[in-house]
């Protein structure tokens, strides 16, 4: 299966993944995995402010790299990575998924971005339990309890929002442990990591794998997006008008 994954919960990313086994049992080409999941191209920028101008250009150079290597012009699904994460960036990415798929008429499926961090962490050698965090913003923290096993990581609890004051005594990995590791309790690892395409995609066709290739039974039907707080943005009140009760202008 050829997956095109992207995920804004943060930084942007997106990434080409293969699955298709060959005779030996991995994909043919691009970089394997340790689940045998080949990632054919990727991109990622750290920028949390522009993904909207820069997800789109970089989407279209993975499928042009797509098509000239091998001779695919789309993939067979899109997924996308459904935070939690700030409201515009997070809208970016679940949006040009669901177009593309909609574009393309292949699925689109959604994987909670904290599973993807924890699944990168498990990759980075984390044994146990840990806590995986992005920023939140307002000097708060996304994060979520997970624990690494045989099959790779598992989200325990969460994903929540709050103090880093307010986190368990555990140690604590990802960009938003970086940016508060002064106020959190358990010890900092990976000050810079953040969720990445790859590993999105990555936790998609494991957890179809593990289904017997049923979305619904993976749990990747659910492209909502995860906000985790009401938006900064609200509807304005109603203007009273300037003529008087009762008079419309």
């Known amino acids: ?60 150079d993975l499928l042009s790299h797509l098509a000239s290597t091998t001779g695919a012009a789309r993939p067979d699904a899109v997924v996308v990575g459904t935070g939690p994460g700030p409201f515009t960036g997070l809208r970016a990415g679940i ?16 994987v909670g971005s904290l599973d993807a961090l924890a699944a990168q962490v498990a990759d980075a050698g984390a044994t146990g339990e840990f806590l995986v965090a992005t920023d939140a913003r307002r000097r708060e923290l996304y994060w979520a309890r997970a624990a690494a096993g045989t099959d790779g990581a598992v989200i325990r609890d969460g994903p929540h929002v709050g103090a880093p004051e307010t986190l368990p005594d555990l140690p604590v990995h990802g960009a938003g442990a970086g940016l508060h590791a002064e106020r959190l309790t358990g010890s900092v690892h990976h000050p ?40 900064d943005a609200k509807v304005p009140a109603a203007r009273k008008s300037a003529l008087g009760p009762g008079v419309r202008a």
Request: include cysteine; aromatic fraction near 4%.
């Open 95 to 110: 949006m040009t998924a669901r177009a593309l798929a909609f574009a393309w008429d292949v699925p689109c499926w959604g």
């Open 1 to 60: 299966m050829l997956l095109l994954s992207l995920d804004t919960s943060a930084g942007a990313s997106a990434a080409l993944l293969d699955s298709t086994p060959t005779a030996d049992g991995v994909p043919s080409t691009g970089e394997t995995s340790p689940t045998g999941i080949a990632v054919l191209a990727d991109w990622a920028t750290t920028d949390t402010r522009h993904h909207a101008e820069q997800l789109t250009p970089a989407v279209a």
């Open 192 to 231: 810079d990591l953040l969720p990445q395409a790859s590993a999105v995609g990555a936790v998609a066709l494991a957890a179809l794998a593990r289904a017997g290739g049923d979305p619904a039974a993976a749990g990747l039907t659910d492209t909502a997006p995860r906000y985790l707080r009401d938006s």
